[in-house]
């Protein structure tokens, strides 16, 4: 029983010293910052995107905006990559900082940062000057103009170069640590990293060796089929390059931040190793496509549902710490718990919101992974409901959650306007329900996904316009959400009152902690799972590129908008 009752300390190297150097602080806050600027322009258009659907179309009179699918490129590359490659990069790179007790190279982290900026510039010029609006999905027949892709190439190796510098710490940690356990902290931002690394090789080497050379009339034509696979191999599993910083915070976090306890160290590590191991699910997003074997779709379809799993463990783990936070601050009854967490504290109310708009976005995802539904779903708009509730909550949210603990941690300075910032998550999280209302119900009727529904020249199907309406006023309250974030960072950058110590971290403790001895030491042979990880990627997409290589490049350019 004192195993059970005794906490233990091992979510990071030193829980009692450490201390950030000047350029670690400096990197991490400006990829923070820029990650936030980026979710700026994005959420306008969004903003703009969720009118369109309400039958109100405002590109004409945007600056740099002729058409609707110029925003939309613009709202899902800001959003999706820029947002949340910043974010992660700036987070992730902290927490394993923090968890090895040694600074990461600051010279990797500058590398990586100015790749992200520079990459930002070279897809957002074209896309702000009409020359590529081919949606954040970008492939072909559809063509953008060469920077986009090369841009998109700088912004991914950026990641790869944050995760070189969490590999090399944790190499140099473990010269000084001979059989010790990694940290949690360490163990999740590392295999985190891992998993985009292994997922990201699909989308990169489209990029790289298809679309950018056919950009530059290097290449005859183009592979639609084989880039569309490419592309989804990394697709789906991007959505978890954007979730698990957020599990990061869930599970490291907010035990501490509620007054609870992590239940079980080795829990934690399963699920992160599942996430590396389960990465070749991208063929359900292709259930549709001709030229793809049942045998693979019907492979995904096994895996997809099996990755749901560790999102359970998940749910396990941080339901049982918020109980025993909500209990140890008076709580009672079955439910009387969750009322006494601190919902006043921003920090924890925006990651709980998100939390539980993620349990719609959870099940929708299912729904999506069903070969059945998704006939009846796919291309419409229950899709973006869906993953607005994935992105657009559980990971948006989540880093608001952040930002009003961490903007302070690292630049010293009290949170700004805290009324406002108590607000601000119940007014996104409000937002984010009546819009993804409106896209699945939409979705279900029919209603079609990227498509310019303000200027269209038949009329609606019924149900349309309620299911407009309700996307447009949703989504115009989500941004007045993000304008409110913005405006808390913004004055506690600038009128935050100076700190005299910033503190620690806020990471958790663990109920069942990690073992010396025994079957948990596996759990460590990072090699040993991401071996397992491509094993499987070569059963599901070995058959088909042995049968489909080499490439098909017969399809010419498309340029519609």
């Known amino acids: 029983m004192s195993a059970i009752v005794q906490a233990q300390t091992e979510v990071v190297q030193d829980p009692k010293h450490f201390e950030l150097s000047p350029a670690n602080r400096r990197w991490i806050l400006w990829f923070i910052l820029f990650g936030f600027a980026a979710l700026a322009f994005g959420v306008f258009q969004g903003f703009v995107q969720g009118l369109n659907y309400a039958g109100i179309s405002l590109f004409s009179f945007l600056p740099g905006m002729k058409t609707y699918y110029e925003g939309l490129t613009a709202h899902g590359v800001l959003n999706a990559f820029i947002f949340t490659f910043a974010e992660a990069n700036g987070w992730l790179s902290l927490t394993t900082a923090r968890a090895l007790g040694r600074n990461l190279n600051s010279r990797l982290l500058a590398l990586s940062f100015v790749l992200l900026v520079l990459g930002t510039v070279f897809a957002g ?86 679309l950018l050379p056919w950009s530059l009339n290097l290449l005859p034509g183009s592979d639609p089929l084989l880039s569309r696979v490419l592309f989804w191999y990394t697709g789906h599993q991007i959505v978890y390059y954007w979730l698990l910083p957020a599990y990061v915070s869930w599970y490291i976090f907010i035990p501490r931040m509620v ?46 549902f099996g990755i749901a799993f560790p999102s359970l463990l998940t749910a396990f783990s941080i339901m049982y710490a918020l109980e025993i936070g909500g209990r140890a601050n008076g709580g009672k009854g079955i439910l009387g718990w969750f009322l006494k967490l601190p919902w006043s504290n921003p920090a924890v109310s925006a990651q709980v919101l998100a939390m539980i708009a993620f349990l719609p976005g959870g099940i929708t995802g299912i729904m999506n992974a069903s070969y059945n ?16 509730l994935t992105l657009g909550s559980a990971v948006t949210l989540s880093y608001f959650g952040i930002a009003y603990w961490l903007i302070p941690y690292l630049t010293g300075r009290k949170l ?40 269209i020249n038949y009329e609606p199907l019924p149900g349309w316009k309620l299911a407009g309406a309700l ?17 808390v ?33 596996i759990l460590d ?9 491509f094993i499987l990627i070569a059963l599901v997409y070995g058959p088909f590129l042995l049968t489909h290589l080499p490439p098909k490049l017969n399809s010419p350019p498309f340029q519609g908008f």
């Not at 163990?187 to 990029?207: C, K, N, Q």
């Not at 009152?497 to 010396?516: I, N, R, V, W």
């Open 259 to 304: 007054g609870g306890k992590l239940f079980s160290d080795s829990l934690a590590r399963i699920a992160f190793i599942m996430f590396v191991v389960l990465v070749p699910v991208g063929f359900h997003h292709q259930y549709t496509d001709p030229g793809i074997g049942n045998y693979f779709k019907i492979a995904v379809l096994i895996l997809t």
């Open 125 to 210: 010029i074209p896309i702000f000057l009409g020359k590529a609006s081919v949606l954040y999905t970008f492939y072909p027949p559809l063509r953008a103009h060469w920077a986009f892709y090369f841009g998109i190439a700088l912004a991914v190796v950026s990641t790869w170069i944050i995760s070189a510098a969490q590999l090399w710490a944790l190499a140099e940690w473990r010269k000084e640590h001979k059989g010790e356990r990694i940290p949690l902290m360490a163990y999740v931002s590392i295999m985190t990293y891992i998993m985009w690394d292994i997922s990201s090789l699909g989308a990169a080497s489209e990029d790289l060796f298809l």
């Open 373 to 388: 539904m998704n006939l009846l779903v796919h291309n419409t708009t229950f899709v973006p409901g869906h993953f607005h």
């Open 471 to 487: 996307t447009g006023i949703g989504g115009t309250i989500m941004f007045i959400g993000c304008v409110l974030f913005f405006l």
């Open 489 to 521: 960072i913004f004055f506690t950058l600038i009128q935050g009152k100076k700190m005299e110590s910033t503190g620690d971290l806020p990471f958790t403790e663990t109920y069942l902690g990690a073992a010396p001895s025994g079957w948990q030491l």
């Open 525 to 533: 042979k990072l090699s040993y799972w991401v071996l397992l990880s």
């Open 416 to 455: 700004a306007l805290e009324r406002v910032a108590k607000w601000q998550p119940w007014v996104y999280f409000l937002g984010i329900l009546i819009f993804a209302r409106g896209e699945i119900s939409g979705g279900i009727l029919g209603m079609p996904r990227r498509t310019a529904l303000a200027v």
